[in-house]
């Protein structure tokens, strides 16, 4: 016969079991859910001299002191929904762009260099220009200017004026009067603050920010800038690579001629 001291004993410890279970549970529920936070944030777009994304995620300890002292609540830390590394500051531009404050108050506050203040410094100075936060992208067949309709409000909200983005003069052909006037992205001077977007007047915006190694395509070593002094460098140690095929072995003028001769007697 079991004792009321023996049950309850036995209820205590299948009670605690449960809540292990649970808390075991939960605890996973919590780690897958910031793992999906983690692997959905390829497209995010962090403050002005943010380090490499592998790096930024460690040396970032989501203090939120850059957001606190943005003027412009452009900063946003990153809660359970919003798709992106809990805490972590980041922002939208349609939203809300980066104003491109000449202080940028926002960097020097950081207190592990996960903001580094070097790589928004020239001459020992301060300067947002040199900033990158991401490229900006304009989707063509969604904007009106490629359409023929006039509109530069990307080029004029553009805190670069005439070098992130310049413009482009077309004849429209189709009327034989008009002029696109179409908006051209210059990677080498954007410096993704998003103002751009920000400013886009379609209803979804056709230009936007991508973070650089995402909106960028890359050639590879393969391929030589020969207009480009320092890039022929590269040629330098360079050792050719000769591949032959069978149609290699002959000469391409006599390849031609052959299947074109092929092609008249089939």
Known sequence: MKTKAGLSDRRKFILNMARGIGLASMGGFIWSAFIDEVTASQ????????????????????????????????????????????????????????????????????????????????????DINIADMGLAVVDEQSCIAFW??????????????????????????????????KPIVHADACTGCGLCEHACVTEKPAIHILPREVAQGKAGDYYIKGWDKKDEKRLKDAHAIHTTTEISKEKAADKLNGDLLEGLYE
């Not at 349609?94 to 070097?118: F, H, K, N």
């Not at 309709?149 to 009067?177: F, M, S, V, W």
Request: charged letters at 20%.
């Open 148 to 181: 023929g309709i006039q509109c530069d409000a990307c080029y004029r909200a553009c805190p670069l004026l005439g070098h992130a983005i310049t413009i482009e003069y077309n004849k429209n052909e189709r009327t034989g009067k008009h002029a696109f006037m």
């Open 43 to 126: 497209l995010i777009l962090r403050p002005p001299g943010a380090i490499g994304e592998k790096d930024f995620l460690k040396t970032c300890i989501k203090c939120g002191l850059c957001a606190e002292a943005c003027p412009y609540d452009t900063l946003l830390l990153a809660k359970p929904g919003d798709h992106e590394p809990l805490g972590t500051p980041y922002f939208m531009p349609r939203d809300t762009p980066c104003y491109m404050c000449t202080d940028i108050p926002c960097v020097p506050v950081c207190p592990t260099g996960a903001l580094d203040v070097s790589s928004v410094t020239t001459d020992g100075h301060l």
